[in-house]
């Protein structure tokens, strides 16, 4: 009995260890075949393609710009060959130092700097801006293309600060004195009083007219211009719909787990009606973008002639909102803001200030109820770096950490040279101490 008991587990033993080899040796060849599998990967694709081909490949075949890299379903980072970003940050130079411009702008109070063809108010108050904002700027400029309807002009100053009013109209500076508490001009035959003060305050006022140095004066052309680089900058990525309830959300997190770096720019497609659902995570992209310039396409489509931003609670002078600009490209309705934060740019929208907005607002018309406080140092304007370079993208992107990628070399490359011409050097100085040690 015993005898046949060692037989037979001699057996079972002999049974497993056959059991053990063939299951080993059916591991080595599956991650043989996806060793083969990811080499092959390395040389015919840069990213999640299909059928093939390489992301940039896919999105060339769509029609869709290569100079952005996909985070994720409708997520992207701007890199160094974005044309049609580097043509919107080029087309925001017009704005750049404006909290309001606009063909018509209506009313008060905005505080920071006002373009405008027709005004029928014009009202600046600027002791805040100037108080809650340290950027080192302490001249103003103000662009009227016409004479407002009102004479009767207000700007509140701040101390040490001074005021350039630009006029794309003839006009002539007078006084009644140097007590004179306002500084006036007249045009078109009227009488302008600007409300300064005092006294004391009227010489740091000049009256420009304006010249072809001043670009932001050529209004409808600028607005014209940033609407079509906009619509074009939409029209670069890739829009789902099925994607876009909480792409918001998505970007957000991206950002909180360092997936996009600071100074580099992130596109979200949002659709018009998603934007105005997920104020959460709109407060969070305003508030809480940790430096990354975010452009989000509004997406119309489908959308009504009535967008409504609501509030969404970011605080009186949140900086971090000036990296938040709203594409809304051709949209031709009208859009109602509580308060929120960002640059809004809706060159053929109109566009009502219900709360405080917190950036700016450029739109064909504005109407002041609540007000704008200008903040506008950080966000995107051509010269800015605000791109993903060509290296850093491909150094992501590529499955093999030694392998050279159309960006260049990488990283590890880079450091493996530095590292043998190190190693050289030492074995010269090695080679040279033992000849004279000799």
């Known amino acids: 009995m015993g005898g046949n008991n060692m037989t037979n587990n001699e057996e079972s033993k002999k049974s497993k260890k056959g059991k053990v080899a063939f299951m080993f040796a059916f591991a080595v060849t599956v991650l043989g075949s996806c060793a083969a599998t990811a080499a092959a990967s390395s040389v015919t694709d840069s990213g999640d393609g299909v059928d093939g081909m390489s992301v940039e490949d896919e999105n060339d075949s769509k029609g869709f710009d290569t100079g952005y890299r996909e985070l994720e379903k409708n ?6 060959r974005a044309e049609t970003m580097k ?22 109070h905005v505080e920071g700097n006002i373009a405008a063809a027709v005004t029928p108010n014009f009202y600046v108050f600027n002791s805040n801006v100037a108080q809650h904002v340290k950027d080192g700027n302490t001249h103003y400029v103000q662009y009227l293309d016409a004479a407002p309807e009102n004479s009767n002009m207000l700007v509140t100053i701040a101390p040490d600060t001074t ?6 109209f003839d006009f002539e500076r007078f006084s009644y004195g140097e007590n004179d508490n306002c500084v006036r001009f007249r045009a078109g035959g009227k009488e ?4 300064c003060g005092g006294a004391q305050n009227t010489s740091k006022f000049t009256l420009t007219r304006a010249d072809d140095s001043h670009t932001f004066k050529n209004i409808a052309e600028n607005l014209n211009n940033i609407g079509e680089s906009g619509v074009a900058v939409i029209d670069a990525v890739e829009f789902s719909a099925a994607d876009s309830a909480d792409a918001m959300k998505r970007a957000a997190m991206a950002i909180a787990l360092g997936e996009v770096q600071p100074g580099e720019t992130m596109v979200i497609n949002v659709h018009a009606d998603d934007l105005q659902k997920d104020t959460e995570s709109y407060k969070a992209l305003v508030m809480d973008n940790k430096g990354v310039n975010i452009v989000i396409n509004v997406i119309i489509d489908g959308a009504s002639d009535e967008i409504f931003l609501g509030n969404v609670n970011s605080p009186d002078w949140c900086e971090a909102g000036a990296n938040v600009t709203f594409n809304f490209g051709s949209y031709t309705g009208h ?9 809004y740019v809706a060159p053929y929208a109109s566009f009502t200030v219900a709360g405080n907005v917190n950036g700016s607002v450029i739109a064909n018309d504005i109407e002041m109820v609540g007000e704008i ?12 770096d605000v791109f993903e370079t060509e290296k850093d993208s491909s150094s992501e992107t590529s499955d093999d950490e030694g392998e050279i990628t159309e960006g260049g070399e990488t990283e590890e490359e880079s450091e493996g040279e530095i590292t043998e011409k190190g190693d050289t050097e030492k074995v010269e100085e090695t080679e040279k101490a033992e000849e004279t040690e000799k």
């Open 163 to 168: 005021y350039e009013f630009v006029f794309g």
């Open 75 to 80: 997520i992207y980072v701007a890199t160094d």
């Open 335 to 343: 859009i109602t803001s509580g308060l929120v934060g960002g640059i």
């Open 87 to 108: 043509s919107f940050r080029s087309d925001m130079n017009a704005f750049k130092g404006f909290g309001s411009y606009s063909v018509t702008h209506n009313g008060g």
């Open 373 to 384: 406080h200008q903040i506008t140092s950080t966000a995107i304007y051509e010269g800015d």
């Open 192 to 195: 302008y009083a600007i409300e």
